[in-house]
């Protein structure tokens, strides 16, 4: 096979109306200007920040420094508004929050799973399983905990945390594979991992909260994660947390881990950013099931109404995996809340015969919503396997979409199977999407295919539904909640049955996206 490099492209769509669709596909632009000078708004940021107590903590102080705050000059930001975030002071609590948060938590719900309550990014005891009941049910030399609390003698921990911490930022091109820990240290973090180097900068061994499990070992509940933010700091200033969480899997461990995001929003003039972090280290064998679920600042229709709240809360996610030899790491997310929405994962193939799943369906129903999925794949050994299947529903006349998605498939990595689709429903007019698959391939024995389709319902399935007397509105909701189940469905992991602890997390989600569309 021919050696092939695919050149980014992006496609941009907006609908007009009476559903005729303009298509503009343009090359991107070759330099784009971008800001040098220091932002006040980081400055003051850092001034808030906690005394660096690791090498990743001093390394992100260093690189916030000289780092300007990103703005649609900067590529990686092009579609993706932030700039309000500049106008008030950044804020992070100093002592729990009073806010209740018992509204959201009973919406939150996961039967069988233990729970995991972080709020405004720290770990709350009181709100989540008992740390002894959950260790006594995982395999004997498991962890779960903060790091700070971890035992001298899991030295992988803070191993895992120092090279995740310090991994290439998501568009930086690699010659072979990634520099381990004491080789080569990785290049200087570009402006687009702003906001994940504030939380490393932030987040200090004591919020860090980690699980672990030992080889061969296999956690037979799941481990679901609530992230809950609050508007602690009014509306004077912008409420910011920044929970991390770390997972480290010894060889041939197993793992279902869940992710929600949700948020106490009870000032709707207030500014709640959340930038958490997740990062996974899997041995050679390991498998780890990762399903997310952002619903930042709505209410879940279990809780009694499926609401939109104000244009001022932002949910910044970063997820980091790094794959040894024949690791298995599959992930589904779902995106439906935050005036701003954007989830980055970034996963590092560092061994042959590693099989990464990414899956995204994003809902952006909300007047001037904004949910961007960023996505960087880098395969740099051989026989790599990767599929990703991107979905988005823009179903606002002034919402948007975006979706960037990076494959690296490096010299090395011969006899690798790459896929890529993302597909977009726009509903409204003036409805847009900026969409830009992208593969990167200098091997020459590859499979790799990527593909892009944007449009409105399709008026033959509309027109079949309705000539079996279903109403023009029942038969809308019908396809278009069809079109994002594709995805939701697979939050479940594949072994599982239908009438798992899942069902109950599947249902909800499902119920949610429901009530939305209709």
Not at 238 to 264: H, I, P
Not at 412 to 424: G, I, V
């Amino acid at each position: 096979m021919a050696m092939a490099t695919h050149k980014p492209r992006n496609a941009q769509c907006t609908r007009q109306p009476r559903s005729a669709i303009k298509h503009a596909a343009t090359a991107m632009p070759q330099s784009m200007p971008k800001s040098t000078a220091t932002s006040e708004w980081l400055t003051s940021a850092l001034g808030s920040a906690p005394p660096p107590t690791s090498d990743a903590q001093t390394a992100a102080r260093a690189a916030l420094a000289s780092l300007a705050f990103p703005t649609s000059r900067d590529e990686e930001w092009r579609f993706t508004d932030v700039s309000q975030l500049e106008d008030a002071p950044l804020t992070v609590p100093l002592t729990p929050s009073t806010t209740s948060t018992d509204d959201v938590l009973a919406s939150a719900t996961f039967e069988g799973a233990h729970r995991v309550v972080l709020v405004d990014g720290r770990f709350d005891a009181n709100l989540s399983t008992p740390l002894d009941e959950m260790m006594s049910s995982l395999p004997s030399g498991s962890y779960v905990g903060t790091l700070a609390s971890a035992p001298e003698s899991l030295a992988d921990l803070r191993d895992a945390y120092d090279s995740l911490a310090s991994a290439p930022p998501v568009t930086e091109p690699l010659t072979r594979g990634v520099p381990e820990p004491g080789a080569v240290q990785p290049p200087p973090p570009k402006p687009t991992d702003v906001f994940r180097l504030l939380n490393t900068a932030f987040a200090t061994p004591e919020d860090t909260f980690c699980v672990y499990l030992p080889a061969g070992t296999k956690s037979e509940a799941t481990i679901h994660i609530v992230h809950v933010s609050t508007a602690f700091a009014g509306a004077s200033a912008v409420s910011a947390s920044f929970a991390r969480v770390l997972l480290v899997l010894g060889e041939g461990a197993k793992l279902d881990v869940a992710e929600e995001l949700v948020c106490c929003d009870e000032n709707a003039d207030a500014a709640v950013l959340a930038v958490p972090v997740l990062e996974a280290a899997l041995a050679p064998r390991a498998k780890l099931h990762h399903a997310v679920y952002q619903r930042f600042g709505r209410t879940s229709s279990s809780g009694g109404g499926y609401e939109s709240s104000g244009g001022n809360t932002y949910c910044l996610k970063s997820t980091i995996v790094s794959q040894a030899e024949e690791s298995v790491y599959d992930e589904t997310d779902v995106s439906t809340g935050a005036h701003v929405g954007r989830n980055t994962v970034t996963v590092l193939q560092r061994g042959p015969r590693t099989a990464t799943g990414l899956r995204s369906f994003t809902l952006a129903s909300a007047p001037s919503q904004t949910l961007d999925v960023h996505t960087s794949a880098i395969l740099s050994y051989p026989e790599g396997t990767t599929s990703q299947l991107h979905k988005c529903i823009v179903g606002n006349a002034s919402a948007k979409g975006v979706f960037d998605g990076n494959v690296q498939v490096l010299r090395e990595a011969q006899r690798t199977d790459a896929q890529q689709l993302t597909r977009t429903l726009l509903l409204e007019p003036r409805a847009t999407i900026h969409a830009k698959p992208n593969l990167q391939i200098v091997a020459d024995d590859v499979s790799c295919t990527h593909g892009c389709t944007i449009s409105d319902l399709d008026d033959t399935s509309m027109f079949y539904l309705q000539s079996r007397g279903i109403s023009r509105e029942a038969a809308r909701e019908q396809l278009v909640l069809s079109f994002g189940l594709e995805v939701v469905e697979k939050m479940r992991p594949s072994d599982q049955s239908d009438g798992d602890a899942w069902k109950d997390l599947v249902s909800r989600v499902t119920a949610d996206v429901r009530t939305a569309v209709s």
